[in-house]
Nanobody, 124 residues
Framework: QVQLVESGGGVVQAGGSLRLSCAAS????????MGWFRQAPGKEREFVAAVSWSGGNAHYSDPVKGRFTISRDNAKNTVYLQMNSLKPEDAAVYYC?????????????????WGQGTQVTVSS
């Protein structure tokens, strides 16, 4: 069993930055690929970024590529999402997810564990 707790959400002006954190606990969490997803009101949950268990491979959705950076610190069992140049359309609840044995997929159904989410609001 893996537990995930997100933090770092808040209100920021367009063009600003936020760093989200996802603290993981449980056995062998460092062996899980990790992903970030988001869901805005009235929209489906969408992939944002994912990173392999080693941190060596990361990929991003097109809307955030070049602005967001995913990273992980396995010594701290924590995954980060650095979000720069935020836009109003980035506003959503952001979820952290863990995928055992995967390399970090864009498909939400492949993730076994999810956090409760953290709200990001971007004012224009």
């Amino acid at each position: 069993q893996v537990q995930l707790v997100e933090s770092g959400g808040g209100v920021v002006q367009a063009g600003g930055s936020l760093r989200l954190s996802c603290a993981a606990s449980g056995r062998f969490v460092s062996s899980y690929a990790m992903g970030w997803f988001r869901q805005a009101p009235g929209k489906e949950r969408e992939f944002v970024a994912a990173v392999s268990w080693s941190g060596g491979n990361a990929h991003y959705s097109d809307p955030v590529k070049g602005r967001f950076t995913i990273s992980r610190d396995n010594a701290k069992n924590t995954v980060y999402l650095q979000m720069n140049s935020l836009k109003p359309e980035d506003a959503a609840v952001y979820y952290c997810a863990a995928d055992h044995g995967g390399s970090g997929t864009e498909n939400s159904y492949e993730y076994q564990y999810w956090g409760q989410g953290t709200q990001v609001t971007v004012s224009s």
